[in-house]
């Protein structure tokens, strides 16, 4: 039902998230959104039967999303500020990509040019830590 409900008033919601003056949190619920709609088609397009251990990885990954969203809306609600959003779209993907820099490094696999062109791009255009 709530899928349905985003799907036909998806444009509305959208602009109204870019309007927000909430754009961290906004941006997560709307890629969460994104996210689980592509994992939920992938978990449908997978044999259950025969597939057993992606569907378990894809679950688990869902529910991994589910959990950070609902995380960083709860505290959005709490305190009525943007703060846990920007920490973990600016620290949290950081450490994700880092991640797995390190592993395609320690396992000699090459890494992608497009992460790497996207990680460098934030690293040159981020706003310098002051710590």
Same mark, same amino acid.
């Given at each position: 039902? $709530? ?25 997560? $619920? ?32 869902? *529910? ?34 880092? #991640? ?14 497009? *992460? ?6 934030? $690293?040159?255009?981020?706003? #310098? #830590?002051?710590?």
């Amino acid at each position: 039902m $709530l899928k349905e409900y985003f799907e036909i008033n998806k444009e509305i919601l959208v602009k109204a998230l870019d309007n927000s003056e909430y754009k961290n949190t906004s941006k997560i $619920l709307l890629n969460f959104y994104n996210k689980c709609k592509s994992i939920d088609e992938s978990i449908k397009a997978t044999n259950f039967q025969t597939n057993f251990y992606p569907c378990a990885i894809l679950l688990r990954c869902q *529910i991994e999303h589910f959990i950070v969203v609902t995380y960083v809306w709860i505290q959005f609600r709490i305190t009525e500020k943007d703060e846990i959003a920007r920490i973990y779209r600016e620290e949290y993907l950081i450490h994700e990509v880092l #991640k797995r820099l390190n592993y395609s490094k320690s396992n000699n696999i090459s890494m992608s040019s497009r *992460i790497a062109i996207t990680f460098q791009k934030y $690293l040159t255009f981020s706003p #310098k #830590k002051k710590y």
